[in-house]
């Protein structure tokens, strides 16, 4: 049974630093793209970043471009998310997603989310 378990969310002050984490177990997760998401109260789910199992490559949405870094750690079952020069429109619940091994496409695999409050 896969499970997603994120942390490091909080509250930070505007112009500050997060890094969200992502402990993955149960899954097949070194052939699997992993993404994070977020919602914002009142809002829908929106796509922050993802990294390809295949060569790495990651991609950002353009709101968080420049700001937030994806990464991974295969031999811990870790995902990422470095947050700098956060605003308040980064407050939103995280969440960490995983997709299907040697697949790329939806994530069926989700954690419960993590909250991240930015003050001004």
């Known amino acids: 049974q896969v499970q997603l378990v994120e942390s490091g969310g909080g509250l930070v002050q505007a112009g500050g630093s997060l890094r969200l984490s992502c402990a993955a177990s149960?899954?097949?997760?070194?052939?699997?793209?992993m993404a994070w998401f977020r919602q914002a109260p009142g809002k829908e789910r929106e796509f922050v970043a993802d990294?390809?199992?295949?060569?790495?490559?990651?991609y950002y949405a353009d709101s968080v471009k420049g700001r937030f870094t994806i990464s991974r750690d295969s031999a811990k079952n870790t995902l990422y998310l470095e947050m700098n020069s956060l605003k308040p429109a980064d407050t939103a619940v995280y969440y960490c997603?995983?997709?299907?091994?040697?697949?790329?496409?939806?994530?069926?695999?989700w954690g419960q989310g993590t909250q991240v409050t930015v003050s001004s």
């Open positions: 990294i390809r199992w295949i060569g790495g490559f990651t």
């Open positions: 149960g899954g097949t997760f070194s052939t699997s793209d």
């Open positions: 997603a995983l997709g299907s091994p040697g697949r790329t496409g939806p994530y069926p695999y």
